[in-house]
């Protein structure tokens, strides 16, 4: 058995079909590779970054263990939960439309304000509540929004005593990567 | 420099205020500790169950290194993205309350439905769309809403090979833990 995966390519345009992980790569409308919709070594496989085998195994047998004990895990403590709304939330947003319909504005602010009602800590609703009332959410464009959370997400950085992100790089955090 | 930290308590209540991490510890209303408003060994030393001194160290020292790198990660791919917004929701629907208001039907309903629209992997959303029009969200009290998430992400591991979850077990995962 090899341990390099095998590369299933279309003859017409010799981009790879299935990744590493076994699923069928995911391109968008544009014929790029999808990064939200791929694994991270999928992505890497069909922009032409071939993961080395170990880099595969080492996955495979992590994810396999994650996997084990997924189910008897604990409920989030804040940092898992915070991590995790933060990553949802900036990946929700860097999709917003560039042109955004009356539905899309009236949905994105239905959602932050129902996550300063609801957000599971109570603190933390609290002051996501109060920020949204000094800092209205900005749904006019792609841009304006994610430069909105970016601030509200700093704005919790600092509090917490971390570093700001440069929000003027929130593309290559979120969306673009950086290479 | 003592390597285990300062418990510092209330005169009345014999209660922790200040965690290993340094923070506040916040209690629910009904005096016991909040599971999503601490990190988790200050939780731990708020329901009687103390980490030992290594296991602080070495939680500071991973903090410390994830922190370092966090600003110039990539994008999440495909998995950390399903995972942490699994993570976001169930502990977002967990909160929802037993008796909801019509604001807070509407407004999980309009939260669910922009899923199905905006959801970063475009074709996790049409599968998840096609879900919600088979499937209509229970948001009826919180057991329902519960329910009705926990078949929702069993149709999804279903879909991706993984084994299911028992829902009637939803409050131990994503509430109040196993013990």
Known sequence: MSATPEIQTTNKTLKPIVGVSGRTIVY?????????????????M???KKPKSDQINQTSLVNKAIEKDEYRQDPPDVEVLGKS??????S???????????KDKNQISTFFDMLGRMYPCD?????FSQYLKDNKVDTSSNDGLNMW???????????????????Q???????DGWE
Chains 1, 2 share one sequence.
Do not use: I
Request: proline residues 6%; charged residues 30%.
């Open 123 to 127: 603190w933390c609703a609290e002051d």
């Open 169 to 175: 790089l929130w593309k290559k955090r979120w969306r």
């Open 92 to 102: 929700l947003c860097a999709k917003y439309p560039e042109n955004p319909s009356p």
């Open 149 to 167: 959370l970016c601030g509200a997400h700093n704005a919790v950085n600092v509090k917490l005593g971390k570093k700001e992100f440069d929000c």
């Open 85 to 90: 709304s933060w990553t949802f939330m900036h």
């Open 46 to 48: 069909a922009t032409g």
């Open 28 to 44: 968008d409308k544009d014929g790029k590779p999808c990064r939200a919709c791929n694994t991270l070594l999928d992505f890497q």
